[in-house]
């Protein structure tokens, strides 16, 4: 028995400049934190012929080659495992679609299983680019790449993304107390929408490739706010990284139509008017949870359980992709 985690995360700064469009010509950088939320991954040999996944559905099948599920079927082909005698199931903490990188969670917690099947041993660098490769080279989904980097390595990190593709991980050097307020002032809460990742992205990544003025030039003062907002964290100045999220928000919503709407408006500014120092829908839009900084959680937590949200808590989660169960 073999039980893979990846951790799920929040996008702290840069969102979007992780898409091959855009960091091809000018260079991404991003800033996320991995929490302690999870997709896993479990695999056991059996004693029948047929390979066996367990997911949403149900699929039966004689080899890797006949399976539906597209990540899946290409994680066992890049592995060379047929999948005879062999049950892999998936479940997760939060739903898919609600914008804290769960496709590339399940990917990078999927590879890390197979990977400890066949007794490899990966650097989260390989296991973060197999994923890229299944999602973004064969799958040819338009998202980037943060969330299978951020799932690999964990913790609160930032990613370079160089034009030839290459990517940087850095841990942002924080102080103890800066690193423990950003963990108790951080609140998620559901917004009750989902919508897929690769929908919202897709027109960003089309206007990009177009070489929409617009979208490029919002592009590049948004990866100069993450800059902004790595410096503020290494500072100890977590009052300038609730603004900064703010205005990310702003540019968020300037640059794709779709990623917010008249309801998510009024809770973003009844978190503002209720404790939070600044906030952000997480995720490419269009739904799942907005995250605030709060110097009145109480008071904020009461705003949104009045407006009916639920808030999830978390804490952050420094393993990255693991194997807890190898039996």
């Not at 039966?60 to 495992?81: N, T």
């Not at 914008?99 to 973060?128: M, N, R, V």
């Amino acid at each position: 028995m073999i039980i893979a985690r990846s951790p799920l995360r929040v996008t702290l700064g840069g969102g979007g400049t992780d898409l091959p469009s855009f960091y091809e010509r000018y260079g991404g950088f991003l800033v996320a934190a991995a929490i302690d939320k999870y997709v896993y991954i479990t695999i056991h040999e059996t004693f029948v012929d047929d390979l066996i996944i367990k997911y949403s559905r149900l699929e039966r099948v004689s080899s890797a080659d006949r399976l539906e599920h597209p990540i899946f079927r290409e994680a066992l082909r890049l592995l060379g495992i047929r999948g005879p005698a062999l049950e892999i199931s998936s479940m997760a903490d939060i739903p898919a679609g609600t914008g804290l990188g769960s496709s590339g969670s399940f990917t990078t917690a999927l590879l890390k299983a197979l990977h400890t099947y066949k007794k490899d041993i990966i650097h989260p660098q390989d296991l973060a680019e197999q994923a890229c490769h299944i999602e973004i080279g064969i799958l040819q989904e338009q998202i980037g790449k943060q969330d299978q980097y951020i799932s690999a390595y964990g913790g609160v990190t930032s990613f370079t993304f160089q034009s030839d593709g290459a990517v940087q991980a850095d841990p942002i050097p924080m102080s103890t107390e800066t690193l423990y307020n950003l963990e108790e002032n951080l609140m998620l809460f559901f917004t009750g929408y989902s919508r897929s990742a690769s929908h919202v992205l897709a027109d960003q990544n089309q206007r990009t490739l177009r070489r929409d003025d617009s979208v490029e030039r919002n592009l590049i003062e948004l990866k100069e706010i993450a800059i902004r907002s790595q410096a503020a964290l290494q500072e100890g100045d977590l009052e300038c990284f609730a603004e900064l999220l703010d205005a990310q928000w702003e540019h968020k919503k300037r640059r794709t139509p779709g990623v917010s709407n008249s309801t998510i408006d009024q809770w973003h500014s009844l978190g503002r008017a209720n404790g939070a120092l600044g906030g952000k829908l997480v995720g490419a839009g269009g739904g799942g949870f907005l995250m605030f900084y709060a110097d009145d959680k109480t008071r904020l937590r009461r705003a949104m359980f009045s407006a009916g949200l639920r808030e999830v808590r978390f804490r952050f989660d420094f393993a990255g992709t693991s194997v807890v169960v190898q039996s």
